[in-house]
């Protein structure tokens, strides 16, 4: 594993793409590092948010401009995906039957399914539309692993000290134009919607950071203020700038306990 490993990580970061500039070539490869630590290949894999479906065969003008699935397949697993070019994932149904996949994964999804509510709120009916049709096509005991960016680690904190959204990334004035991320997550708030749902029970959350060297000093420098503010200090899933979401879906000798 470990030299499949390191293979992908050189092709990823050789790769010209827009998501691929540092860090987003690291916090990728650390992400597809634990997805296969965790579930390694060979499986099945729904990514959602990753490629347009079918994007291999589509004409080079229908796709989008890059590919997540090429990583995936050089890893060993067998890939299918949906985007938002294929559905909305926050209000429709993923066109597959109940209990397909032996894994579904999301890598900096999640963060973009927050529903405008009346009066201008964010709303969490997407997020909920998305985690629950999730559950339904893993299989029993198959793995749903969400990878999105940590609103509670010191980087996060960081920004809010220097200046910048507490979210971590946002639209924010003077920045590039880019669309941003409305809210990003926690730990715990990952971990909730899990109870809240009764979807992947005992589910594990860590975290990992792809901090370029100036932004993990100023990360590590702010650490022990943080601690202090909050009067304990931080879990290990609190830590890196990306955190992970590894839930099962119960098998049916959990449900008839």
């Known amino acids: 594993m470990g030299a499949n490993v390191s293979k992908l990580r050189a092709a990823i970061a050789a790769d010209p793409g827009e998501y691929f500039r ?91 399914l927050w529903t405008l509510e009346p009066g201008g709120l964010l709303g969490w009916r997407g997020i909920l539309n998305f985690w629950i049709e999730a559950h339904r096509v893993v299989k029993p005991g198959g793995l749903f692993f969400v990878a999105t960016r940590n609103r509670s680690c010191p ?19 003077g920045a590039d134009g880019r669309p941003g991320h409305a809210r990003e997550f926690t730990a715990d708030e990952l971990r909730a919607l899990a109870r809240i749902t009764g979807t992947f029970p005992a589910p594990v959350t860590l975290s990992r950071s792809s901090l370029i060297p100036g932004a993990e000093a100023r990360a590590r420098a702010v650490r022990p203020a943080v601690e202090r503010f909050l009067g304990r200090g931080l879990r290990p899933d609190e830590l890196g700038d990306s955190i992970y979401f590894l839930g099962r879906k119960a098998g049916l000798n959990d449900c008839l306990k």
């Open 22 to 112: 540092e860090p987003g070539a690291t916090r990728f490869a650390n992400t597809l590092e634990t997805l296969i630590e965790h579930a390694p290949p060979p499986a099945s894999v729904l990514d959602i948010g990753g490629d347009r479906s079918g994007w291999e065969e589509r004409e080079p003008a229908d796709r989008m401009p890059y590919s997540f699935g090429r990583f995936f397949r050089m890893a060993g697993y067998g890939y299918a995906s949906v985007n938002e070019l294929d559905l909305d994932a926050r209000s429709e149904i993923l066109p597959f039957p109940a209990n397909t996949f032996d894994i579904v994964t999301a890598w900096e999804t999640i963060e973009h």
């Open 155 to 173: 980087f996060a904190w960081a920004r809010l000290a220097d200046g910048f959204s507490a979210g971590m990334y946002c639209a924010e004035l």
